[in-house]
């Protein structure tokens, strides 16, 4: 059974600065089949990267997606206010089945 | 304007059922996946299966295997998901989510590209 683990647990950043979420498998996965997505408090998540690097609709162009293999990263540069939130990453694997690791919070130093 | 809208919160006792409702607008039904997910208190997401709405082929989660159903109504555009056998380590937050590959275009990716806005289950005795 695949697992993904995400790291920092909490990134505690001020406005402005840049933030860098990771995200692990532990067996190798498609680069086509890691999203990531956003979760403000008391929200529905919402899908923010695609397939490792494709920003979905509307999600802005200071977020981006890179990575292989096992090690998968989701960057934020200029943290705004709206993006202090919970990042969690996603998979697709064998079986068709999905899993999330456990989230990555940013949170305001 | 697409969205999924799920019905209201429900408090349940253990070993009781509970049928949540993903109501879907703003697009052709059967040519999207529905995903369920639930968030437990401080929890991560937790992925429980998907029923695809053309042809009703359903993929369970192993952890929910046996005791989740997913079903639909074409006419009425709503996906259910129905919960068997609850305990108090059932009360979450349920989510339905759409697919974003599209059946007929044939293109999207395997993500989930519309979330509902969340239906509240309490188990309590």
């Known amino acids: 059974e695949l697992v993904l683990t995400q790291s920092p647990g909490t990134l505690s950043l001020s406005p402005g600065e840049s933030a860098t979420l990771s995200c692990r498998a532990s067996?190798?996965?498609?680069?086509?089949?890691l999203a990531w997505y956003q979760q403000r408090p008391g929200q529905a998540p919402s899908l923010l990267i695609y397939g490792t690097s494709s920003r979905a609709t509307g999600t802005p162009d200071r977020f981006s997606g890179s990575g292989s293999g096992t090690d998968f990263t989701l960057t934020i540069s200029r943290l705004e206010p709206e993006d202090f939130a919970v990042y969690y990453c996603?998979?697709?694997?064998?079986?068709?089945?999905?899993?999330f690791g456990p989230g990555t919070k940013v949170e305001i130093k | 304007q697409v969205q999924l809208v799920q019905s209201g919160a429900e408090v349940k006792k253990p070993g009781a059922s509970v049928k949540i409702s993903c109501v879907a607008s703003g697009y052709l039904f059967t040519t999207h996946d529905i995903h369920w997910v639930r968030q437990a208190p401080g929890r991560r997401l937790e992925w429980m299966g998907w029923?695809?709405?053309?042809?009703?082929?359903?993929k369970y989660s192993q952890i929910f295997e046996g005791r989740v159903s997913l079903t639909f109504d074409t006419p009425a555009s709503t996906a259910h998901m129905e919960l068997t056998s609850l305990t108090s380590e059932d009360t979450a937050v349920y989510y339905c989510?759409?697919?974003?590959?599209?059946?007929?275009?044939?293109?999207?990716?395997?993500?989930?590209?519309?979330w509902g806005q969340g239906t509240t289950v309490i188990v309590s005795s």
């Open positions: 996603q998979q697709y694997g064998s079986s068709f089945q999905f899993t």
């Open positions: 029923i695809n709405a053309g042809n009703g082929q359903t």
């Open positions: 067996q190798s996965i498609s680069r086509s089949f």
């Open positions: 989510a759409r697919g974003a590959w599209n059946y007929d275009l044939l293109i999207g990716e395997p993500a989930f590209d519309i």
